[in-house]
């Protein structure tokens, strides 16, 4: 009964392409490189930020609006967007123990990361390209 | 008995499972405790992010979507929440930073770690109140 059912199938066959095969760090190091450009960019960010606080219109959005204050905000905004995503991610993991609760909010997760990113993204360029088309 | 049978294999191994105690049993320590501080202003910064974004957002929207969110920024609770978002950022960055350093493998030493964890404390709460000095100062 029992020889009659074995598969041809090696043991490795079997395995092969199941599993984390060479992805298995991958969240480990796209967080940590994700959190090094976080780190540099944050200083920037805090200068802008600090510049632009309580300021009225004309002059928050000159500032905002800068190509370099734009270019740093864009690729903060991208880089949050996906640091966050990492991060929730685990939190969801770990603490939601009802699996289809914790796939939905996995999704839901990276939608609205998703979603913060683009809409960062699209106030910024918005801001900086109506800049110089003025 | 029969009820539990009746259930799948995978959702009665779900119920089964040991389950590890949770934080409340544990003596505090430094190092736990700004490990659930590194978890918590993350999740405090998710929240903070969608701030910024919205401000980015009611900049680009125009004047008067941007007047509204100066008002609420320069509100006594807006201030609030922009102080506990600058030290929430404060803190997950040196909590990263000392993630890099024992990313190195360096670090893990009790004395170390102690003071790597009392530093994380200790340097956000001085970098918030240098940040909002030197942004009051320099109006």
């Not at chain 1, 219109?57 to 880089?79: D, E, F, K, T, W």
């Not at chain 1, 995503?85 to 603490?95: H, L, P, S």
């Not at chain 2, 008995?1 to 799948?8: F, L, Y």
């Not at chain 2, 920024?73 to 997950?92: C, D, E, N, Q, R």
Request: net charge positive; charged share 15%.
């Amino acid at each position: 009964m029992a020889t009659q059912n074995r598969s041809f199938r090696t043991p490795r066959a079997n395995v092969t392409g199941l599993g984390a095969a060479h992805h298995g760090t991958e969240h480990f190091w796209r967080q940590r490189l994700t959190a090094l450009a976080n780190a540099l960019l944050i200083i920037p960010f805090l200068w802008i930020l600090a510049a632009a606080y309580g300021r009225d219109y004309a002059s928050a959005a000159a500032i905002v609006s800068h190509p370099c204050s734009a270019v740093v905000l864009l690729l903060l905004v991208v880089s949050v967007a996906i640091h966050m995503r990492i991060g929730m991610t685990v939190v969801i993991e770990d603490y939601l123990p009802n699996r289809a609760q914790r796939v939905v909010a996995v999704i839901a997760n990276t939608f609205f990361c998703a979603a913060v990113g683009l809409v960062g993204v699209f106030a910024i360029v918005k801001l900086s390209v109506g800049r110089l088309l003025l | 008995m029969a009820e539990v049978q009746a259930k799948s294999p995978a959702r009665r191994l779900e119920d089964i499972r040991p389950l590890s105690p949770h934080l409340q049993i544990y003596k505090w320590t430094w190092t736990m405790a700004m490990s659930v501080f590194h978890r918590m202003t993350g999740l405090a910064l998710y929240a903070g992010t969608v701030l910024i974004v919205g401000w980015l957002l009611a900049l680009a929207a125009g004047p008067g979507p941007y007047e509204c969110a100066r008002w609420l920024m320069t509100s006594i609770i807006g201030k609030l929440v922009l102080v506990a978002y600058t030290w929430a950022l404060f803190h997950h960055l040196l909590g990263g930073v000392r993630h890099f350093i024992w990313d190195t493998g360096a670090g893990f030493e009790r004395d170390a770690r102690m003071a790597l964890a009392k530093f994380t404390l200790v340097g956000s709460i001085v970098l918030t109140i240098a940040f909002w000095v030197i942004v009051a100062l320099a109006r």
